[in-house]
């Protein structure tokens, strides 16, 4: 109690300081069973001035599956939520979250001490408060991990499965995979678990309670799909308090715009871009259409790099950004085309690998040809929107055409036509020419 109060002391002064205009103090399940509970959020609102909200376990689910809204792109299936004193289980389905709540006392606070009682003991307990809420949440595709214990034991298993991408939020394997490996964690004396790669020592104590947790739930549930979310109820709680319109913004679209609109030459470069980039592939699927939007907001972020480098550092600075709104597979699409943009090598250069192995031949060459393109575009235009927009690409199975409006305003060259070739071989065409 101590520490913690001497904790809001901190922030509150912090935040004071900044003069925001509201600060909020969150209570969750483990100050609401605590004997002391009361005694606790009394001294609080002595410390601090500011009375906390005390959150009901249906409360934590809904703001947890908030969280989820906010940081993944359209997620649809169970969140579960699994801090140190509860469980939070909530449905969503892409838009919103839906009635089927619930909070159960499986935190890994209580779960570690059961554990001293045995595995089986555990496993009992932990399947019997499962079962009457089985009806509500099994059958779903997708399940959403929230919590720093399951964050934990996620880039425990990014580790020793040796994931390219190291980033948990978007993290996504399979059900299975994920289940037998939480099997073999709570197998494991506590050392042992301590001594992982990834494993954070403060977690280390309770990531067997996070594994037996998490796999008596897929058992249960049995899912598809595990896709981990660093975003939950704290993010949940301030995106609840958005404005309908600001809810229903892209994350990634959003996010790349804070980052790349700010770093650009030409602010208004990158939506010319989008503009310009919006009849390059025919059946544009909606998860094709906002990573190329992004990589047009992106794809002016290293142009005070040195040449060497531009490629190089953009796509490792890409692959591990705190973007959000996009799966591990999403970020390296992003990261390859803005490494395309800058004229990488798709074949020779060691930065792409083991990361570029995660996509689809189809997906990697979309990726080189959208970042050719836009090489293109940026040498043609010299950065002005005006004279991106007054032409256009015209590609067919035998050619690729850059076509200007007005040819006499801006002279043909060699550096337009080197980079015309490009993107020529990207699309596996023999012709390129401008008209």
């Not at 703001?63 to 792109?73: C, D, K, N």
């Not at 509500?136 to 390219?164: C, E, I, K, N, S």
């Not at 909606?286 to 480098?309: G, P």
């Amino acid at each position: 109690m101590e520490h913690a109060l001497a904790t809001l002391r901190r922030f509150v002064a912090i935040a004071s300081a900044m003069e925001v205009g509201s600060i909020d103090i969150l209570a969750t399940e483990a100050v609401r069973r605590a004997d002391n509970g009361k005694a606790f959020i009394a001294a609080v609102r002595q410390t601090s001035g500011i009375e906390p909200h005390v959150l009901s376990g249906e409360e934590e689910a809904h703001y947890a599956a908030m969280g989820v809204l906010a940081g993944l792109w359209r997620p649809s299936g169970v969140v579960g939520d699994m801090g140190g004193g509860s469980l939070e289980l909530a449905l969503v389905d892409g838009e919103k979250v839906l009635d089927h709540r619930v909070s159960l006392p499986l935190g890994a606070l209580p779960v570690t001490a059961w554990l001293e009682e045995g595995t089986a003991t555990t496993k009992a307990r932990i399947d019997a408060l499962i079962a009457p809420h089985v009806g509500d949440f099994a059958g779903q595709r997708d399940f959403y991990l929230v919590g720093g214990g399951w964050r934990a034991l996620a880039r425990v298993h990014m580790a020793a499965t040796d994931a390219p991408v190291r980033v948990a939020h978007g993290y996504r394997v399979e059900a299975r995979r994920m289940r037998e490996f939480a099997k073999d964690l709570r197998a494991m004396a506590p050392r042992d678990i301590a001594r992982l790669e990834g494993a954070p020592p403060r977690r280390a104590p309770t990531l067997t309670a996070a594994a037996i947790v998490l796999e008596r739930l897929l058992a249960a549930l049995s899912p598809q799909r595990i896709t981990v979310s660093a975003l939950g109820l704290r993010e949940g709680f301030l995106f609840s308090r958005l404005e309908k319109n600001e809810q229903e913004n892209d994350p990634l679209i959003e996010g790349a715009r804070a980052f790349g609109v700010p770093r650009a030459r030409v602010p208004g470069f990158g939506e010319a871009l989008q503009r310009w980039t919006a009849k390059l592939f025919g059946n544009e699927t909606v998860s094709e259409r906002r990573l190329r939007e992004a990589a047009c907001l992106l794809s002016d972020i290293a142009w005070a790099d040195h040449a060497d480098v531009k490629a190089r550092d953009s796509f490792e600075r890409l692959l591990q950004f705190p973007f959000i709104g996009l799966d591990h597979v999403e970020r390296v699409r992003l990261a390859a085309t803005i490494h395309a943009r800058y004229g990488g090598k798709p074949k020779k250069d060691p930065v792409l690998h083991p990361a570029i192995d995660l996509l689809t031949p189809s997906q990697r060459r979309h990726a080189l040809i959208l970042g050719r393109a836009m090489l293109v575009a940026y040498r043609f235009s010299g950065s002005v929107p005006e004279i991106l927009d007054a032409s256009h690409l015209a590609i067919t199975d035998d050619d690729v055409t850059l076509h200007v409006d007005h040819p006499t305003t801006i002279p043909d060259s060699d550096a337009v036509r080197a980079r015309l070739k490009r993107l020529a071989k990207a699309l596996k065409v023999k012709e390129f020419r401008i008209m």
